[in-house]
């Protein structure tokens, strides 16, 4: 039967044994690569990752002079660029897009331009940015507030129109409200779930851009460290920056379902 519910311990036991035979056939499809050729190293064993994470983490420079491990210099500078990028992003799609479902002469021009720059990948006007921009921390946050604007606008617009019913506006005026209280108690609190999954739903996108923009550059951070690593094969390396991506991803995901929850309790009930 569809959405069928099953006991709790059912579903976690089912989840971890899902988690357990995933490692089991990663090791079993490493194993058999080495099997074939002994040196391959794309597809490392276990041991291998455990000695990509000591790589990863272990001190640079020399006894008189130490440096930080290679990992929080490239994580550091990553999310650096990440949070200032989404941070503007956000900010500036959630005044716009509430504008544009508010008011109809400010939906009539934007929208257009908006709605074709929305399906347009950032990763292929990467040039236009670094003209603009020029090559370093600007050009950066530049792309990826870019990047996650015009989409997160369009979908900001969109639940403004979807959600928020002229018979709740009219009610609002007819009680007295101003427009700015119209639009924060009828129009904001209305949509806020929906902005809170717009975030959710652009993270993951956000970071394509920006490590194809550190790839493709020589500035450190995650993407130039593993186009570095690719070209020394050192899979294992590149592996452990891909973990912690992906647990820095879940982390901002269940981050902001508890968020969504605590913020909009109607919401979840009303699922």
């Known amino acids: ?23 089991i056939a990663y090791e079993w499809l490493s ?12 597809i490392p064993s276990f041991a291998k990752l455990a000695e990509g994470v ?35 992003g956000i900010l500036a799609s959630v005044l716009v897009g509430v504008l544009m479902g508010a008011y109809r002469w400010i939906e009539a021009p934007l929208s257009p331009v908006i709605m074709f720059m929305s399906k347009v990948p950032p990763t292929a006007i990467m040039p236009l940015y670094f003209a603009v921009a020029g090559i370093g921390f600007r050009m950066y946050v530049l792309m990826v ?19 928020v019913t002229d018979e709740a506006i009219s009610k609002a005026y007819t009680l007295g409200a101003s ?15 929906n ?25 450190p951070g995650v ?15 590149i592996f452990v920056y891909l973990f912690v991506l992906g647990i820095l991803g879940l982390v901002a995901e269940f981050g902001l379902v ?7 309790p109607w919401f979840q009930e009303g699922r």
């Not at 420079?61 to 949070?83: Q, S």
């Not at 507030?145 to 959600?163: E, H, K, P, T, Y």
């Not at 739903?201 to 851009?209: L, T, V, W």
């Open 1 to 23: 039967m569809i959405r069928r519910d099953l006991p709790k311990w059912l579903f976690v036991a089912m989840a971890v044994g899902g988690v357990i035979v995933l490692l």
């Open 31 to 42: 194993l058999r690569q080495t099997a074939i050729n002994p040196k391959q190293t794309t």
């Open 54 to 88: 000591q790589r990863v983490f272990q001190v640079q420079g020399t006894a008189e002079n130490p440096k930080p491990p290679m990992f929080w210099n490239d994580i550091g500078a990553t999310l650096w660029r990440l949070a200032m990028g989404l941070g503007i």
């Open 145 to 163: 507030a870019l990047g996650v604007f015009f989409s997160m606008a369009q979908a900001i617009f969109q639940a403004v129109r979807d959600n």
């Open 179 to 193: 427009e700015i209280e119209v639009i924060y108690e009828v129009i904001w609190k209305q949509i806020l779930p």
């Open 195 to 219: 902005f809170l999954d717009c975030i959710r739903s652009q993270i993951g996108p956000a970071m394509i851009y920006l490590l194809a923009a550190e790839y493709s550059m020589g500035e």
């Open 223 to 237: 993407g130039c460290q593993i186009r570095m690593q690719y070209k020394l094969l050192n899979f294992n390396v």
């Open 258 to 264: 508890w968020l969504r929850k605590w913020l909009c």
